[in-house]
């Protein structure tokens, strides 16, 4: 054979845009394998066709590819579908920023024009979203993409619209919504963030209609008493029993309301008395239904006040006329007093603008049915959430659970599929577009404006990315899907409403395992955001280090549960560890040359040791992907391939390699090829690139690495006898090579070295005694059961052996002993000054547990150092 080169430095841009072309144009990521076996199936939480990949989308991606490869290399039929979602609001919002800058808004354009311009953006964006999942490695299907408004996705969601219609699991009504007056649309209450803001309790009188006094009430919000309709109290409230049935003068409006008696009211709240505006608040609007109270609207649905309110706070925003309000309520005398009172306040998830209740005509999911399915699947362990802690958020959220507002007054979305009639008025609800009335006949058909919520064609996306409604031989074969991995913070949006909705329309849950994954923080434990400046882009990771050092960083640190706090340089983790590899790689290869491969190699006391180590590595490898521990994977293959590999048995394969015998050159070879080889696979979808780029240069491999098979557990390769007295081995050498340090006798001198030991590891030491001389530089080497005459050696102690190195000639022995008696007394004087400390009643009355600790551990280290020196000294002598 010859000597394969790889470059002198790990360069991972050199090969890493290569090698996914040539997994693309091989085919490599579609689905094959052994077809008697269960499939693998994940489809990708679609990002946001607008948005560009940040470090959440980073981590997630790569802990799916990762099981993607991994059920790949089983030889599963692994699939992983890719797509997009076309995010209604935000990317609207796109557009609409884009037209404010032309001096433009959308109704300049028309709805149809505004729709061309929004689609140019989604495909000028979606091709960014790709390149940036390929750069990072991602192993999709790329021929099976889909997106949320493609065609056969807007089929499916059509469909579902109007099963659940004829289901009575869908329906229009007047209901309370949250609305953004930005983004001019109502929410679902998933998309309402809450945040506690400092707000006043303000106490306002409302004369009582007869003369005869006043009720005090308390509220946040004075500029929504233009719409009250009553002033509710405790029925058991002793202070205000007298009144109820009685009527107040509303302030400012002249009109007259009744005080009303309900449960809901708190008598130790502010007043005890509550203003009812059931057009604003959905505690109110509930109450207003059990006594039938008017709505009364004070919005406009740009969140300005309406002609409901006085003509002075009419156009108004809500800030404005609250100081308006107040100004009018004190000039009237009305107003009596306020307090501070601090109180969550919803904002929109998308724009941050603060969302107000709002009364309007809306569709809506009937949710509880679908609910009750969806907890049921949990509690007959259907689903698996890891960590387990996210099944009780789950639980709770389906037990609590309201209504779906779906509809948006947006319009880039699915269209709401239903029509009414401008003669009759019939509302029809239609799989087809409709151009006359299927009651009337009238050609007066105008379709609802609205589209619908993003997540309502989202929660489809297990079954309608493989073809539902048709029945294709995608959807047969590969629905139900496998695992989910994706963020804690979308439990609710979507993967919830994917178990019900795959429920309700396929009869069973849409995978068996979700994953949900912690937040990427910045180093100091922030969340990463634009307005801290503290985001980092997976592309410039990338860049920096190579795709396979930022995916291999993030699963190293993905603890179950837990965020996962990174800096730029944290991404050395991964980057080191590249290079650890491919330089020991180099060093196989680079002693190739003049090599011949052996059939069936007998294995030395060494080969047989990295067998069972990778085998054990193998073994925690299934264990850990079976229960998602993503970051045990990154440790096992870490531990396996620096500290086994590298650090043991590469340096121990110098014997061989350098050894005079031709045979055992190429016996060595052989083997070493072999591990590699292995080895490269066990480690292939953590460092996809590097292993493929690697693989495809060694003589004893063909094709490539990606559709290998995994290593397999192999019962013949166990060894627990060898493993335990290769460790007494391992602490052998580690305790002789300190000595050497200690004593800064450099390699090219070689030692004299006698070790007794115990009965039972003499063979074991014996038989391997040209590899324990090669790895601690000794000329020599004995082993014996017997005390021998020792004197004059430096002696190392381990379990089960005493190593006397030989090493008078090799040091200046007056200068070392005078150098061991300075740190003798060195020791002993830090250790007199510890002591002193611990002995200090004021010092560990007063100190930290943690720094006691330190304390107790450096005393413990003097004492270590005193008593090896004093050794040493004692042997020397």
């Known amino acids: 054979m010859k000597a394969i080169e790889l470059e002198k430095n790990y360069n991972p841009e050199d090969f890493e845009d290569r090698i996914y072309r040539e997994w693309m144009e091989g085919g490599c990521f579609k689905p094959a394998g052994d077809e008697s076996k269960d499939p693998f199936v994940i489809v990708i939480p679609p990002p946001n066709v607008t948005g560009v990949l940040h470090m959440g989308h980073g981590l997630n991606n790569s802990l799916q590819d990762v099981l993607i490869r991994y059920y790949r290399m089983q030889q599963r039929p692994t699939l992983w579908v890719p797509g997009t979602d076309h995010a209604g609001i935000a990317t609207q919002n796109v557009v609409e920023r884009k037209l404010l800058k032309e001096g433009k808004n959308r109704h300049d354009l028309g709805r149809e024009k505004f729709l061309e311009e929004t689609w140019k953006v989604k495909e000028e964006h979606h091709s960014i979203i790709t390149r940036q999942l390929m750069k990072i490695g991602a192993s999709c299907d790329w021929s099976r993409e889909r997106f949320t408004m493609d065609e056969g996705l807007s089929r499916a969601v059509r469909e579902v619209f109007v099963t659940l219609y004829e289901r009575d699991l869908l329906y229009k009504g007047e209901y309370l919504v949250n609305w953004c007056p930005s983004c001019g649309t109502a929410l679902a209450d998933d998309e309402v963030d809450h945040e506690e803001k400092n707000g006043k309790l303000y106490n306002i009188a409302y004369p009582l209609s007869d003369g005869s006094g006043e009720i005090v009430v308390a509220t946040t919000r004075p500029e929504t008493m233009f719409g009250d309709t009553a002033v509710a109290v405790h029925p058991e409230d002793e202070r205000y029993k007298h009144l109820v049935g009685k009527t107040v003068d509303l302030p400012l409006t002249g009109r007259k309301i009744k005080i009303i008696a309900d449960s809901y009211c708190k008598m130790d709240y502010g007043s005890g008395a509550v203003k009812m505006t059931p057009a604003h608040d959905p505690n109110d609007w509930e109450v207003g239904l059990r006594h039938d109270l008017e709505r009364i609207n004070v ?14 706070i009419q156009g108004m925003d809500t800030k404005t006329a609250r100081k308006q309000t107040l100004a009018d309520l004190e000039a009237a005398g009305l107003l009596r007093g306020d307090k501070d009172l601090p109180h969550q306040v919803g904002h929109c998830y998308r724009c941050k603008t603060v969302v107000e209740p709002y009364m309007s005509k809306q569709w809506f999911v009937r949710m509880e049915p679908l609910a009750e399915k969806a907890l049921a699947a949990w509690k007959r362990d259907e689903i698996r959430f890891y960590p387990k802690k996210w099944e009780n958020t789950y639980a709770r959220w389906l037990e609590g659970i309201r209504d779906w507002c779906i509809s948006r007054q947006l319009w880039w979305g699915h269209r709401i599929p239903a029509w009414t009639c401008g003669d009759c008025g019939e509302l029809t609800v239609s799989r087809d577009d409709l151009t006359a009335c299927p009651r009337c006949g009238s050609g007066k058909v105008e379709q609802d404006p609205d589209v619908l919520d993003t997540w309502f064609s989202s929660w489809l996306w297990p079954f309608s990315t493989l073809g539902w409604p048709e029945k294709t031989a995608d959807l047969d074969k590969f629905f139900a899907t496998t695992a989910l991995v994706t963020g804690y913070d979308i439990i609710f949006f979507w993967v919830a409403r994917m178990i019900m909705s795959s429920l309700e329309f396929m009869g069973e849950v849409p995978f068996r395992d979700i994953y949900m994954t912690g937040l ?140 005079d015998d031709e045979a055992e050159k190429n016996r060595a070879v052989t083997v070493g090829l072999a591990v590699l080889e292995e080895s490269l696979r066990l480690m292939h979808p953590f460092l996809s690139f590097l292993t493929e780029e690697i693989y495809q240069k060694l003589p004893n491999t063909r094709g490539k690495i990606i559709t290998a098979p995994y290593p397999q557990f192999d019962g013949a390769r166990e060894n627990g006898a060898l493993a335990d007295n290769f460790v007494l081995l391992q602490d052998l050498v580690q305790k002789v090579r300190t000595l050497r340090s200690e004593f800064t006798i450099p390699p090219s001198k070689k030692i004299a070295l006698a070790v007794r030991c115990d009965a039972s590891l003499l063979d074991f030491f014996r038989e391997a005694a040209d590899l324990i001389a090669s790895l601690v530089k000794a000329d020599r080497v004995t082993f014996s059961v017997e005390e021998g005459d020792f004197s004059g050696a430096v002696t190392a102690v381990g379990k089960g052996f005493e190593a006397h190195a030989l090493i008078r000639d090799l040091i200046d022995l007056d200068k070392e002993i005078d150098r061991m008696e300075k740190t003798v007394e060195k020791n002993r004087q830090l250790k007199a000054q510890t002591e002193k400390k611990l002995s200090n009643e004021n010092f560990t009355s007063r100190a930290p547990a943690d720094i006691i600790a330190k304390e107790k551990e450096k005393l413990e280290e003097f004492e270590q150092a005193i008593f090896k020196m004093e050794a040493y000294l004692k042997d020397l002598s």
Request: aromatic residues 14%.
């Open 520 to 659: 990427v923080r910045d180093a100091q434990g922030r969340k990463m955001s634009k307005s801290l400046g503290n985001g980092l882009d997976p592309l410039d990771i990338v860049a920096q280090f190579g795709a396979d050092a930022m995916k291999f960083t993030l699963v190293y640190l993905s603890g179950q549960g837990e965020d996962i706090p990174v800096g730029m340089e944290t991404f050395q983790i991964g980057s080191k560890f590249c290079n650890k590899i491919w330089n020991a790689t180099r060093y196989i290869l680079m002693n190739l040359e003049g090599r011949e491969m052996v059939e069936n190699p007998s294995l030395s006391t060494v080969d047989r040791w990295i067998y069972h180590r990778l085998n054990e590595a193998v073994a925690a490898m299934e264990k850990a992907f079976a229960s998602y521990r993503f970051d045990e994977m990154g440790h096992i293959i870490y531990e396996y391939f620096w500290n086994d590999y590298c650090d043991w048995y590469v340096e121990a394969s110098k014997l061989y390699l350098y050894s």
């Open 299 to 312: 919005l406009n649905p740009d969140g300005t006040m309406n002609g409901n309110v006085p003509a002075n």
